[in-house]
């Protein structure tokens, strides 16, 4: 229950953080076309269109003040017995912050909160999340038991990036990605404190978006001594969709994840898939609407995703950078 306090406080303060970021001046220094005199309210100007909006959302990075949720439904595979009957689901709450825009370049910052209802854990001496498999073989300490642990907020993950969008349609940010020791179940966490470079490149099309947001990340402290092995593992999270007009896309945006540290057969997880989204106005604001599946066509030995199932919702706050 408490988690679940602290899960709400957090949407409640992200909302309220976000609502007034039109009215955030020094941050956002839009310019007379933008914003009517002595408010928030748009002005003259050409708002930009859904298509614009589906096509700039593409990228996971995008300009854009926006709460994304994504709902993650991930069954199993391994060769650890009972691997298969695994089953996991996620809610991450992803809050974007763009800021100190100009000439089309500036700084972006997100974060996202995990909160898992269930992650399967295999026990043995002590418990085994899908992270610690991947660096070492529990069975190796006799037999053991799966059980899901109990629900529970999971580490805050950051990215802060520098860049933007050039006149060619060429996307370029470049920053640090992080992962923060917060997790609320301190018993299958890593508890350290995660850095490293992050590269975001991509290109706008007439026909769609493509593009790839790649972070090398490594342990730099722990919070306490727990003996967890050291980190060191590169992602690749790939990014395309197809315009189909009227706000409509195929998308696909699949995470690839190589952990160095891994035993020989658990360093790589490729999926592959796609699906399809929607972006609509509701008043004012955009809210785009994706739905996707994914196999794992290569994953690691002893456990890791065999399907995922992803749902997200992205609501965007209109600011100067939904109009042209």
Request: some cysteine; proline content about 6%.
């Amino acid at each position: 229950m408490g988690s679940i306090i602290i899960l709400l406080l957090n949407v409640v303060l992200t909302v309220v953080l976000l609502q007034p970021a039109c009215g955030r001046a020094e941050d956002l220094q839009p310019d007379a076309s933008s914003v009517a005199p002595g408010g928030c309210s748009p002005a003259a100007g050409s708002e930009k269109t859904t298509d614009q909006i589906a096509e700039e959302l593409t990228n996971p990075l995008a300009v854009f003040y926006r709460l994304d949720y994504q709902l993650e439904y991930r069954t199993y595979q391994g060769s650890i017995e009972g691997a298969g009957d695994q089953t996991e689901m996620i809610h991450r709450f992803t809050p974007v912050f763009p800021f100190r825009q100009k000439d089309g370049k500036g700084f972006v910052f997100r974060f996202s909160l995990p909160y898992y209802d269930d992650q399967p854990v295999y026990w043995t001496d002590r418990g085994n999340p899908e992270w610690r498999i991947r660096l070492e073989d529990p069975t190796q300490n006799g037999p053991g038991v799966w059980a899901p642990t109990h629900s529970h907020t999971d580490d805050v993950t950051t990215d802060l990036v520098y860049g933007g969008i050039s006149d060619s349609g060429l996307i370029l940010m470049y920053g640090i990605a992080g992962q923060l020791p917060t997790s609320s179940d301190t018993s299958n966490a890593r508890q350290q404190l995660i850095l490293g470079p992050q590269l975001n490149i991509g290109k706008v099309t007439d026909w769609g978006v493509y593009g790839a947001l790649m972070s090398h990340v490594f342990d730099v402290a722990e919070k306490r001594d727990k003996g967890t092995p050291d980190t060191m593992m590169t992602t690749i999270q790939t990014y395309f969709s197809y315009g189909l007009g009227n706000g409509w896309q195929l998308v696909s945006s699949p995470l690839i994840r190589y952990d160095w540290k891994g035993d020989s057969g658990n360093k790589l997880s490729l999926p592959l898939g796609g699906g399809i989204a929607k972006t609509m106005k509701i008043g004012s604001m955009p809210l785009k609407v994706s739905a996707e599946v994914q196999k794992y066509v290569v994953s690691t030995d002893l456990f890791d995703s065999d399907w995922l199932f992803k749902f997200t919702v992205s609501p965007v706050f209109p600011t100067k950078f939904t109009r042209n």
